[in-house]
């Protein structure tokens, strides 16, 4: 997250190692041969494969074709170009800095699936934010599993930070709690982890959209962003829990994880494809490790997707 162009090489390399599920699909049909309709409709299945869906997928190729048409090329390095360019214009909408500054204290909170990477994601914001020198304050929404509570004061310890854990309480006081003590030590921004839910698990659901109601009531406005994290290897499942998800909690914007070992990436596409106005995506996991979160950018995802420097 630093912008030191070094460091920009560091994880655009790193990101495109670990795209090695689509990079075997999308990378392999580009052998040099000749660009033919055979070639164009391998290459639609190869998107399909790689979680980019039905549609987009579609729409990828026809606009490939006006470019072919276009622009005259010829070759499959002009081809890979073209859909390099192609793809960063869907997903450009999808990028997005996430701004804290408008309000103090900003207030965040984080839901997503089981194991999707909320809490892990919030050790690294909290790193981020700090080293931009803003002070940061964690609500542990997840009250009842006492693992929850340990891996997040574990997280807050690591970044030298406070953590407001209550063991078995209403996760909404807790979210309460944390808001009114942000304002009071003025902090500038608050993370309220939540704990994993399933759409299917109606109650778990409507707790949520409670959680969501009461940070108004400790400040106006609260949540200012409501960010669902989903995981990278979960395929297209990502786009019926971003509508479950929205529906309950009003989603402001999303954290792709775990985009490194066997996720196929394509999902992005279909998510930024799936809706007129796509959710913002801030930051993409990359690895486990406090500083493998990366912001989103559209073009270097494309080419890291496609295999292209
Ligand atoms: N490889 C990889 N692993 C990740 C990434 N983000 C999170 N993980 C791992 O995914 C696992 C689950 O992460 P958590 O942060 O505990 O997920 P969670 O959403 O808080 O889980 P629950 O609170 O149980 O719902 C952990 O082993 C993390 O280290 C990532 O970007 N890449
Ligand atoms: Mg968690």
């Known amino acids: 997250m630093n912008d030191t162009s070094k460091e920009k090489m560091s994880w655009f390399s790193k990101l495109k190692n670990r795209l090695e599920k689509s990079r075997v699909n999308l990378v392999g049909i580009f052998t040099g041969g000749i660009v033919d309709e055979n070639f164009l409709e391998e290459l639609e299945f190869q998107l399909i ?11 990828i190729i026809e606009k490939l074709r006006d470019q072919i048409k276009l622009k005259g090329l ?39 699936v089981n ?31 006492a693992a929850a509570r340990e ?55 409507a707790e949520l959209s409670r959680i969501r109601r009461v ?26 829990q971003v509508k479950q998800f929205d529906d309950v909690a009003q989603l402001t914007g999303l954290i792709i994880t775990k985009l490194d070992g066997t996720a196929k990436g394509g999902v992005l596409v279909a998510l930024a ?12 996991g990359v690895g486990e490790q406090i500083d493998d979160l990366q912001r989103f950018n559209a073009t270097e995802f494309a080419s890291a997707l496609i295999g292209l420097d």
């Open 74 to 112: 010829k070759t499959q390095a002009e081809v890979k170009e073209a859909l390099r360019d192609v793809i960063a214009e869907i997903l450009k909408p999808c990028e997005a800095e996430l701004k804290t500054e408008s309000t103090q204290p900003f207030v965040m909170m984080l839901c997503g």
């Open 151 to 205: 891996q997040l004061a574990v997280w807050g310890e690591r970044n030298k930070i406070e953590v407001i854990s209550r063991e078995g309480a209403d996760p909404g006081s807790v979210a309460f709690d944390a808001i009114i003590q942000g304002k009071k030590a003025k902090t500038s921004v608050v993370m309220i982890d939540t704990a994993g839910r399933l759409p299917t698990q109606t109650n778990l659901m």
């Open 49 to 59: 494969a790689s979680d980019v869906g039905v549609e987009a997928s579609s729409e």
């Open 215 to 240: 940070q108004n009531k400790a400040m106006e406005g609260a949540p200012h962003e409501v960010i669902l994290v989903l995981d990278g290897t979960n395929g297209q499942n990502a786009l019926s």
């Open 115 to 145: 194991g999707a990477g909320k809490t892990t994601s919030i050790g690294k914001l909290a790193k981020h934010f700090v080293a931009n020198d803003q002070t940061v304050l964690l609500a542990a929404g997840d009250t009842f599993r």
């Open 273 to 284: 494809h799936s809706r007129k106005q796509p959710l913002p995506i801030y930051f993409i």
